[in-house]
């Protein structure tokens, strides 16, 4: 689903079940359920954003690591075979 469509019936009728079972388990109004599931949902996605910055750095990291090593094994190995090196 893009960000311009909006939710299916199935999603709306799962986000309302949601609702009332945390409405009941809670004693709260459906409004102070319906707050709550969003919330919630607002603090997941923000933590999955976090999780992929963060696994997007690592991943730029992880490659610049491994060209530097790979440089490094290159002079090593061309020195051992006695060649100049600049």
Do not use: P, W
């Not at 976090?50 to 997007?56: G, L």
């Amino acid at each position: 689903m893009t960000s311009n469509q909006g939710s299916s019936d199935r999603e709306r009728l799962a986000a309302h079940s949601e609702v009332l079972v945390l409405q009941e388990q809670l004693g709260i109004s459906y409004k102070d359920a319906a707050h709550r599931l969003y919330m919630a949902e607002l603090e997941r996605v923000k933590r999955d954003q976090s999780m992929y910055k963060a696994f997007a750095g690592l991943g730029s990291s992880t490659k610049k690591t491994l060209e530097m090593a790979y440089k490094a094994i290159s002079t090593i190995d061309n020195v051992s075979k006695g060649e100049n090196c600049n």
